[in-house]
């Protein structure tokens, strides 16, 4: 069984920057996608971004590409979210998530088996 806990999430103003993490438990997260989803208030939870088991291929939603970078360190079993010039609309609940071991990662939610109990980001204006 996977546990993810994030972590990282607070209160910034707008144009500021946040990371946050997500720390997995278990021996698979080498082999898993990795993902982060937010869901704001009053909305559906929607795709961010994702990264491969390896690092080496990532893709962004629209709405924060150029501005968030995810990386991870397989290491540490760990992914990041680093968040920059960050808008009034980036507040959201952040989720990490991972697809089960060799799994294939999409931007769909149902794509992932494990999800993390979320953080709150709040960018005020």
């Known amino acids: 069984q996977v546990q993810l806990v994030e972590s990282g999430g607070g209160l910034v103003q707008a144009g500021g920057s946040l990371r946050l993490s997500c720390a997995a438990s278990?021996?698979?997260?080498?082999?898993?996608?990795m993902a982060w989803f937010r869901q704001a208030p009053g909305k559906e939870r929607e795709f961010v971004t994702r990264?491969?088991?390896?690092?080496?291929?990532?893709y962004y939603a629209d709405s924060v590409k150029g501005r968030f970078t995810i990386s991870r360190d397989n290491a540490k079993n760990t992914v990041y979210l680093q968040m920059a010039s960050l808008k009034s609309e980036d507040t959201a609940v952040y989720y990490c998530?991972?697809?089960?071991?060799?799994?294939?990662?999409?931007?769909?939610?149902?794509?992932?088996?494990?999800w993390g109990q979320g953080t709150q980001v709040t960018v005020s204006s």
């Open positions: 998530a991972a697809t089960p071991p060799y799994g294939t990662g999409t931007a769909w939610s149902r794509s992932y088996a494990y």
């Open positions: 278990g021996r698979t997260f080498s082999v898993s996608v």
């Open positions: 990264i491969s088991s390896s690092g080496g291929v990532t």
